[in-house]
């Protein structure tokens, strides 16, 4: 059964901040891993899809890397801005769709 | 119209009642999915409809009760639920069975 861990469950950090989110899951035999964000009370928006043969994904300020050896990925935000305060999730597909609990951050100004 | 769209977006019902939440993909999508999210807990799953027949249903009790006309178009048909049915209901939906999730900004349920 697929365990999916996100750490740190909470973050807050200083306006311009590089930051670091972590996925680890237990279960190798992905198909793809995607990062989304959601703000309070509404849907997820989808930030990066890694397909199970990529190492990495770049859109913008964000970049997901995956490593299936090791079950991890991170999601890097650069140069942080309040408007990315946010619950960020990560999901594996396998056999069967599995998300994180979630890492709140608040990026203070 | 774009994306993935939920009505309502908030609903207060009593244990009682009968309900439906809608939802209704405009990206062409084969394959839509019924997600709750409950306070700090991680999104589950419950049902899983892939060119409008299901393919999952993720041991959800049998007061939801879903449906799919067409691949465009979702419902989740409410019926004597309980005061812990109360939760954030997302819709999402994918090209395929596996790939890319496109959610809808959610139906917040509450029940009295």
């Known amino acids: 059964k697929q365990e999916v861990t996100q750490i740190p469950a909470a973050l807050s950090v200083p306006e311009g901040e590089n930051l670091v989110l972590n996925c680890s899951f237990t279960d190798s035999a992905i198909y793809n891993l995607q990062w989304f964000r959601q703000d309070p009370g509404k849907g997820l928006t989808s930030l990066l899809l890694?397909?199970?043969?990529?190492r990495e994904q770049t859109s913008g300020r964000l970049n997901a890397s995956l490593d299936k050896s090791s079950g991890r990925s991170t999601l890097y935000i650069a140069a942080s801005q309040p408007g990315d305060s946010a619950t960020y999730l990560c999901?594996?597909?396998?056999?069967?769709?599995?998300f994180g609990a979630g890492t709140i951050l608040r990026v203070k100004s | 119209e774009t994306g993935v769209t939920q009505t309502p977006r908030h609903l207060v019902m009593g244990m009682t009642n009968k309900k439906s939440l809608k939802c209704e993909q405009h990206l062409g999508h084969n394959a839509m999915y019924w997600y709750k999210q409950s306070a700090k807990k991680p999104l589950e799953l419950m049902f899983v409809?892939?060119?409008?027949?299901?393919?999952e249903n993720n041991s959800v009790p049998s007061r939801f009760s879903p449906e799919c006309p067409n691949s465009s178009h979702l419902f989740l048909h409410l019926h004597t639920l309980q005061p812990e049915d109360s939760a954030l209901y997302l819709c999402a939906s994918s090209p395929g069975a596996a790939g890319e999730l496109f959610f809808g900004e959610g139906s917040r349920l509450t029940v009295l």
């Open positions: 409809y892939s060119l409008e027949e299901r393919v």
């Open positions: 890694i397909q199970s043969s990529q």
């Open positions: 999901a594996l597909e396998g056999n069967k769709l599995v």
